[in-house]
């Protein structure tokens, strides 16, 4: 199993950024997905989860509610998450991970793989 995240990298606030998670080993489609970021000296935190097949459920944490979408494309093995109006506070290595059952979870234990990372930098 394997999850790559990639897309991050040094942008001004208000900018856009989209970030990738490419999956194989595993059947992707069934599977719940989510991301995660962590800040300097933070914790890991949920950022959106979206559930497997359709996609149909998707969950953010509240600051970035309105301003990012995640989604997934089944035939590519890839989940996105487009993030708009960018801010400072979004500076953080962002995480893809894949969730142990069709749903998603805002909790990071009931995930079981985890891609590498990828940094987004929002400089003021």
């Known amino acids: 199993v394997q999850l790559q995240a990639f897309g991050g990298g040094l942008v001004q606030a208000g900018d856009s950024l989209r970030l990738s998670c490419a999956a194989s080993?595993?059947?992707?489609?069934?599977?719940?997905m989510g991301w995660f970021r962590q800040a300097p000296g933070k914790e890991r935190e949920f950022v959106a989860g979206?559930?497997?097949?359709?996609?149909?459920?998707?969950g953010y944490l509240d600051s970035v509610k309105g301003r990012t979408t995640i989604s997934r494309d089944n035939a590519k093995k890839t989940m996105y998450l487009q993030m708009n109006s960018l801010k400072p506070e979004d500076t953080a290595i962002y995480y893809c991970a894949a969730s142990s059952g069709s749903v998603w979870y805002k909790d990071i234990g009931q995930y079981m793989y985890w891609g590498q990372g990828t940094l987004v930098t929002v400089s003021s």
């Open positions: 979206i559930s497997g097949w359709s996609g149909g459920s998707t």
């Open positions: 080993g595993y059947s992707f489609i069934t599977y719940g």
